[in-house]
């Protein structure tokens, strides 16, 4: 398997963390996003949105979207799973996964927040009004939900797709100065996996791209 991605993406981040809890080895290809490679030809011939991860199977086909890779990982290899036991549990983890992966990051995304500030002329003021809003508010109605369904993880006591998706967007918030004082449990719990062997091999500073400094 390859997979084609950026230290600092959070979408790829979280694959990484799912291949890693998987023991799944891998080829790891940088995509300098600074550097437009996501904009070239060959990378646009994997994925038409330009966009990272990407990931190529041992059959040669190529996945996009975070979120489809890892459900792609969840089938093709099974054990150990990323997903609860029971129907509802696994329902409610891949709701936390979603409302992360497309409600809160997207709107995270340095390619949103150049827009903002470049054509929009939004001031620092407005930017962290932006940010406190949109991804800070999705991330605190899945505070809400750890909150109500949540254990040792989002969903439980072992990590899932939802843990996948809560670390590298908390990652991102306090990246970006996102107030999370009212995220407790999510803080918590993304204390809790950074300390885990998997997501500290996926963290974006262990990765061959990543700009030291």
């Given at each position: 398997?390859?997979?084609f991605g950026?230290?600092?993406?959070?979408?790829t981040?979280?694959?990484?963390?799912a291949?890693?809890?998987?023991?799944?080895e891998?080829?790891?290809?940088?995509?300098?996003l600074?550097k437009?490679?996501?904009k070239s030809?060959?990378?646009?011939?994997k994925?038409?949105?330009?966009?990272?991860?990407?990931m190529?199977?041992d059959?040669?086909?190529i996945?996009?979207?975070?979120i489809a890779?890892?459900?792609?990982l969840?089938?093709?290899?099974?054990?150990?799973?990323?997903l609860?036991?029971?129907?509802?549990?696994?329902?409610?983890?891949?709701?936390?996964?979603?409302t992360?992966a497309?409600?809160?990051?997207?709107?995270m995304?340095?390619?949103?927040q150049?827009?903002?500030?470049?054509?929009m002329?939004?001031?620092?003021?407005?930017?962290?009004?932006?940010?406190?809003?949109?991804?800070?508010?999705?991330?605190?109605?899945?505070?809400r939900?750890v909150?109500?369904?949540g254990?040792d993880?989002c969903?439980?006591h072992?990590?899932?797709?939802?843990d996948?998706?809560?670390?590298?967007?908390m990652?991102?918030?306090l990246?970006?100065?996102?107030d999370?004082?009212?995220?407790?449990?999510?803080?918590e719990?993304y204390?809790?996996?950074?300390?885990?062997?998997a997501?500290?091999?996926?963290?974006?500073?262990?990765?061959?791209?990543a700009?030291k400094g």
């Open positions: 398997m390859k997979l950026y230290w600092r993406s959070s979408a981040y979280r694959v990484r963390i291949l890693a809890l998987k023991g799944v891998y080829e790891y290809v940088p995509i300098n600074l437009g490679e996501h030809g060959d990378y646009l011939a994925n038409p949105m330009g966009l990272v991860p990407s190529e199977t059959c040669g086909e996945v996009t979207q975070s890779i890892m459900e792609y969840e089938e093709s290899n099974p054990n150990p799973t990323i609860p036991d029971n129907a509802i549990d696994r329902a409610r983890a891949r709701a936390m996964a979603q992360l497309c409600e809160a990051q997207p709107l995304n340095l390619r949103i150049n827009f903002l500030k470049n054509d002329e939004a001031s620092s003021e407005a930017m962290a009004a932006w940010l406190n809003q949109w991804p800070g508010g999705a991330m605190r109605s899945v505070e939900q909150d109500k369904f254990g993880y969903v439980g072992t990590p899932t797709v939802a996948c998706c809560l670390v590298p967007q990652y991102g918030a990246r970006f100065g996102i999370v004082g009212d995220m407790p449990r999510l803080r719990i204390e809790r996996c950074c300390a885990l062997p997501f500290a091999l996926a963290h974006p500073d262990n990765q061959i791209d700009v």
